[in-house]
């Protein structure tokens, strides 16, 4: 497959997307089959990440990254995905999910006892956000912190969180105030070797099913203040929101990538299978469904590219974000339909490979923020909704 071309790519670039290629041909890609089985990946991946040096890219070299820029994480983040879609959610939850905010409002000494090891793969990271009553609706967690002394007890139950069951930290949210809504939601990192820290359940999941998920539980766990992060409560909703931007865009940069291998393999598919005495590529309808989906990917990719070009010129450009977070995972979704299409009743296979493409794309349409709420961030940024100023 043709390495992508935009703007935003330097010589290092492509070198650095050689490299994780020849990383995901030889560590990941051989034994994908077996971690699907095992329902994980080994957390030796992440360790071996850290030594490649890829958990930093966008770090700065202070605390162990690479004082790399934006596009080199999406580099990092599209290739992981061509060898495994649950190992790139898992593994970009590490660098662009349970740590952005660390580096950006964390303080030092945080950052040396988090993000550093982070970076490192010496510590494994999750975002816990979701709880059984609040996905989307990030100001209706019900999640507690109650400051007792030098610590905060936090009480409550956190879901769907990756990572899970072998996290070493959290990156979490949880309400401090008694204010509604927002405010009063601070973000904290809880170490999950303190006492009443449990996972109550391993969860089962149509796919992405490398990738360990948990239900954990919170039972007046004494957190210290000094894991608040930025020190003072109630600024954990700007927070997250800020950080939720990095999370989309590492999301549509992983249907990119995905996309891209699935369809790549199914035109290697449709090249050598022979139907009505013809190789499938020469049955026109075939050809024109797979030269409409390189066409979509293609779109898809362009409005990533561009996005995070406008993110590195020092833009904030949610909308686009949201964008891109949501057409990327719906053209992954279509894109692996038509190559499961393709494949017949093969696809339909476990053994097959697109079959569990197929699984595991769904979850990008809901995961970091569903269709649906991406078309309200859209409507509101771009003042379709709400009052002139789209608020």
């Known amino acids: 497959?043709?390495?992508?071309?935009?703007?935003i790519f330097t010589p290092e670039h492509d070198a650095l997307r050689a490299s994780v290629r020849r990383f995901v041909d030889t560590e990941i890609r051989p034994f994908v089959d077996d971690w699907e089985a095992a329902g994980r990946f080994p957390d030796d991946v992440?360790?071996?990440?850290?030594?490649?040096?890829?958990?930093?890219?966008?770090?700065?070299?202070?605390?162990?990254?690479?004082?790399?820029?934006?596009?080199?994480?999406v580099v990092f983040v599209e290739e992981l995905a061509r060898g495994s879609a649950a190992v790139a959610m898992a593994v970009s939850v590490q660098t662009d999910m349970a740590t952005p905010a660390l580096a950006r409002f964390g303080t030092d000494a945080?950052?040396?006892?988090?993000?550093?090891?982070?970076?490192?793969?010496?510590?494994?990271?999750?975002?816990?956000?979701?709880?059984?009553?609040?996905?989307?609706?990030?100001?209706?967690?019900?999640?507690?912190?109650?400051?007792?002394?030098?610590?905060?007890?936090?009480?409550?139950?956190?879901?769907?969180?990756?990572?899970?069951?072998?996290?070493?930290?959290?990156?979490?949210?949880?309400?401090?105030?008694?204010?509604?809504?927002?405010?009063?939601?601070?973000?904290?990192?809880?170490?999950?070797?303190?006492?009443g820290v449990r996972v109550s359940r391993s969860l089962s999941k149509l796919g992405?099913?490398?990738?360990?998920?948990?239900?954990?539980?919170?039972?007046?766990?004494?957190?210290?203040?000094?894991?608040?992060?930025?020190g003072?409560?109630?600024?954990?909703?700007?927070?997250?929101?800020?950080?939720?931007?990095?999370e989309r865009l590492a999301g549509a940069a992983a249907c990119v990538g995905h996309a891209a291998q699935v369809l790549e393999?199914?035109?290697?598919?449709?090249?050598?299978?022979?139907?009505?005495?013809?190789?499938?590529?020469?049955?026109?309808?075939v050809a024109h469904g797979l030269a409409d989906a390189a066409t979509e990917l293609e779109a898809a990719?362009?409005?990533?590219?561009?996005?995070?070009?406008?993110?590195?010129?020092?833009?904030?450009?949610?909308a686009e974000i949201s964008m891109a977070k949501k057409y990327c995972a719906q053209v992954q979704n279509r894109v692996v339909d038509r190559c499961l299409q393709v494949h017949g009743g093969a696809g339909y296979l476990e053994e097959t490979p697109v079959a569990r493409a197929y699984r595991d794309a769904r979850l990008q349409r809901i995961g970091g923020g569903a269709d649906e709420?991406?078309?309200?961030?859209?409507?509101?940024?771009?003042?379709?909704t709400g009052g002139p100023d789209g608020r």
Not at 152 to 179: C, H, I, Q, S
């Open 110 to 195: 945080q950052r040396d006892r988090w993000l550093r090891p982070a970076i490192a793969g010496e510590r494994i990271g999750a975002i816990a956000i979701t709880e059984p009553d609040a996905g989307s609706d990030v100001a209706a967690v019900r999640t507690r912190a109650e400051r007792d002394g030098d610590v905060w007890r936090l009480n409550g139950t956190k879901m769907y969180v990756t990572n899970g069951t072998r996290a070493d930290f959290l990156t979490l949210v949880a309400r401090t105030g008694p204010e509604p809504g927002h405010r009063g939601i601070s973000l904290f990192v809880v170490d999950t070797t303190l006492p």
């Open 1 to 7: 497959m043709q390495t992508p071309r935009h703007a």
């Open 373 to 384: 709420i991406m078309n309200e961030v859209i409507a509101k940024r771009l003042g379709i």
């Open 265 to 285: 393999d199914t035109i290697a598919y449709a090249r050598q299978r022979r139907t009505f005495g013809r190789r499938l590529v020469d049955h026109q309808v």
């Open 208 to 230: 992405m099913r490398a990738s360990d998920t948990a239900e954990i539980a919170l039972e007046d766990v004494p957190v210290p203040h000094d894991e608040l992060v930025g």
């Open 46 to 73: 992440f360790r071996r990440c850290g030594e490649l040096g890829f958990l930093g890219l966008h770090y700065p070299a202070r605390w162990g990254g690479s004082d790399g820029d934006l596009a080199s994480g």
């Open 301 to 318: 990719r362009a409005l990533l590219y561009s996005t995070v070009w406008r993110v590195q010129a020092g833009e904030y450009p949610v």
């Open 232 to 246: 003072e409560p109630g600024d954990g909703f700007a927070q997250l929101m800020w950080q939720l931007q990095y």
